[in-house]
């Protein structure tokens, strides 16, 4: 089983629905992050946390939130879709330690019309 | 590191020969660490390689390598014997002081092995 979940793998939706993409990891890492790839951009921070009463917003939040619903769980919701939200989403789990690397889960690649 | 440029959009590598990937970063911070990352065709991110700023020695795992150039700010990565299964996007990264240690990504460079 994979350290890192993410679900859906795949979602195509319209304009104006609300979507929530999920995130679970055995890891049993404290921070979990949330980022976007666009081609040509590499990734970029939606919201992180540090355990479930720590949320903050990252470099490109607006029109984005999230739930920490667990230490394993983490989501990330968009209220009412655009298309230019059209995008790879990661989920991140990381140790904090300086030497250590973050650990993606495999992407949602979401397309909204 | 604050900033990661990837200067390489694309690179091309015949199978079995070695390539380099170029990655330079932007920091004030006197320790930090650099990563290197594989992304295939498929979309998964796959950890490399890491180099820590007070390494003496350039990391290395496998046929992976980093020709780390700390006065130059420069973490290159280093493929031996390139195989067909290397083709993928190769993306820098490190943490970064904002955001929680938040990893910052470069742009990333798409590499094709040629058979």
């Known amino acids: 089983d994979a350290d890192v979940t993410q679900t859906p793998r795949n979602r195509i939706t319209k304009t104006g629905k609300r979507i929530m993409l999920e995130c679970s990891q055995t890891?049993?890492?404290?921070?979990m992050y949330w980022y976007r790839q666009d081609p040509g951009l590499g990734l970029r921070l939606i919201y992180y946390?540090?355990?479930?009463?720590?949320?903050n917003k990252g470099e490109i939040s607006d029109g984005y939130s999230v739930s920490r619903q667990a230490q394993a769980k983490f989501s990330l919701s968009l209220e009412s879709a655009i298309p230019n939200q059209t995008a790879l989403y990661f989920c991140?789990?990381?140790?904090?330690?300086?030497?250590?690397?973050?650990?993606f889960g495999d992407g949602t690649r979401l397309s909204i019309l | 590191a604050q900033k990661i440029t990837q200067t390489q959009p694309g690179m091309f590598v015949q199978e079995k020969e070695a390539v380099t990937l170029d990655c330079t970063y932007d920091?004030?911070?006197?320790?930090?660490?650099l990563f290197w990352y594989k992304q295939p065709s498929s979309g998964e991110m796959i950890f490399l390689i890491y180099?820590?700023?007070?390494?003496?020695q350039n990391a290395t795992e496998g046929r992976y390598s980093l020709n780390f150039q700390k006065a130059r700010k420069s973490a290159n990565l280093v493929i031996s014997a390139s195989q067909l299964g290397d083709s993928a996007m190769y993306f820098c990264?490190?943490?970064?002081?904002?955001?929680?240690?938040?990893?910052?990504f470069g742009p990333g460079t798409r590499l094709s092995v040629l058979p």
């Open positions: 180099q820590g700023s007070y390494d003496q």
């Open positions: 946390s540090f355990d479930v009463k720590d949320i």
């Open positions: 991140a789990t990381s140790s904090g330690r300086d030497n250590q690397p973050q650990h």
């Open positions: 890891k049993g890492h404290d921070r």
């Open positions: 920091t004030s911070d006197p320790s930090y660490g």
């Open positions: 990264a490190s943490p970064a002081p904002y955001y929680g240690q938040n990893f910052v």
